[in-house]
């Protein structure tokens, strides 16, 4: 039997300009278009096996086994911990099936790239996933993103004959590492903002890096308000915003704020990026908490926590201040002054748990072991 092993590592990313909203549910399709930043440490690590049975004992599998990943990289704070993510059956086999569907489509997309696969050999070969994270689950870090970028990377890679070309195309070809961000939109919608970085534009079916050479740095802190697991699925939030009366014109509204913040960033004009996301924030939350069945992420601390921020808008350098589909809030700073802000935050929110990152530029290929294809 001979075998091989893919590892990756891929980010989460957080919206500032949220994804509300599916026009195609199966195929994750947005209604509108979403701009996020890519983080760096904060990610999902992948361990993806590969093994290739004697003739005649091919079985076929995949698996995911609740082990953590034992690769590191130099990227990686030694210091967080490795976290599996405790999944069960529904996310078992959520992750399965979109590994498959990864290795289903690959032939098409690597035709498209010079790429070759064995996909007869492929089908026979047992393949066994180890994950893990380096954030706790419910923590308001969105772990599907990362996971399912990190997924999509392994299986894309797994699936090549030729792991120099693979690597190749990955590293030099903007094209195919977007082709691949499609297909992880398939498993989770915003896992495609995860494979570039730090600034990503999703619309539709493409992906693409924003220009933002004149922007700092920058530093992202997540204040934990509550790490409980969340009452209503992102899922649910989808479906559910439409039922909102403030449902009618949002598409137009975020069309608009999409162009304002592309030109801000463009611009290095951190007041207005800092007031759009605000707004956007903001939108989201009251779509839910207006909707047919209205329902609530907020917690009395994020309530309080917002009150604080909100003069803070007005400072010269103001933070990016945003919440996800959960009760805990995101900070994003200029790099320079992460000190200073580590400092306010934790005066301001003491006892409560505070983490923190950086700017990334999405999901990379760590190793791909040798002798993959060579028997
Ligand atoms: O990718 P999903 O289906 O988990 O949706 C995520 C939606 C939000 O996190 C709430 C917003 C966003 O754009 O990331």
Redesign the pocket.
């Known amino acids: 039997m001979s075998e091989f092993r893919v590892n990756v590592q891929a980010p989460s ?3 500032l300009i ?3 909203g599916k026009k195609d549910a199966h195929l ?1 399709i947005p209604e509108n278009s ?1 701009l ?1 930043m890519t983080l760096k440490s904060l990610c999902s690590l992948v361990d993806l096996q590969v093994s290739f049975p004697e003739k005649g004992q091919e079985k076929g599998s995949i698996r995911w086994v609740p082990e953590a990943p034992d690769f590191r990289w130099e990227g990686l704070d030694p210091q967080r911990p490795l976290l599996v993510p405790p999944l069960q059956g529904h996310g078992v086999s959520r992750v399965i099936q979109h590994l498959d569907r990864v290795r289903s489509v690959m032939p098409e997309v690597f035709c498209q790239f010079g790429l070759k696969m064995d996909s007869e050999r492929l089908k026979n070969a047992d393949f066994r996933v180890r994950t893990a994270n380096t954030f706790p689950a419910s923590s308001g870090i ?1 772990s ?2 990362s996971s399912f970028a990190a997924l999509t990377l392994a299986m894309a890679a797994a699936c090549a004959q030729e792991s120099s070309a693979f690597q190749n195309a990955w590293i030099s070809e903007p094209r195919f590492k977007r082709a691949l961000a499609q297909i992880s939109r398939t498993g ?4 495609c903002r995860s494979f570039e970085g730090p600034w990503v534009l999703w619309q539709g079916e493409a992906v693409e890096g924003v220009e933002a050479s004149r922007m700092p740095p920058m530093a992202h802190f997540v204040i934990l308000v509550r790490t409980e697991p969340k009452k209503v699925s ?2 649910q ?2 479906a559910w915003v439409r039922t909102s009366p403030l449902w009618k014109g949002r598409v137009d509204r975020v069309e608009q704020r999409t162009e304002k913040m592309r030109a801000a960033l463009a611009e290095g004009d951190l007041s207005t990026v800092a007031r759009i996301a605000w707004t956007d924030s903001w939108e ?1 939350h009251s779509l839910f908490h207006t909707c047919a069945e209205p329902f609530s992420y907020w917690e009395p601390g994020t309530i309080e926590g917002l009150h604080w921020f909100a003069p803070l808008l007005q400072e010269s350098s103001p933070p990016i201040v945003t919440l ?2 959960g009760p805990n809030i995101h900070v994003i700073v200029e790099k320079a002054q992460q000190q200073q802000w580590r400092d306010r935050l934790h005066r301001c929110f003491q006892g409560q748990r505070i983490l923190e990152d950086e700017q990334g530029t999405g999901a990379s290929l760590i190793r791909i072991s040798e002798g993959a294809w060579t028997q």
């Not at 989770?188 to 896992?191: A, K, Q, R, V």
């Open positions: 990313n957080i919206a949220k994804y509300m994750n979403s996020s969105a599907s993103a989770s919608g915003s896992s992102s899922s939030a989808h989201m996800d589909a």
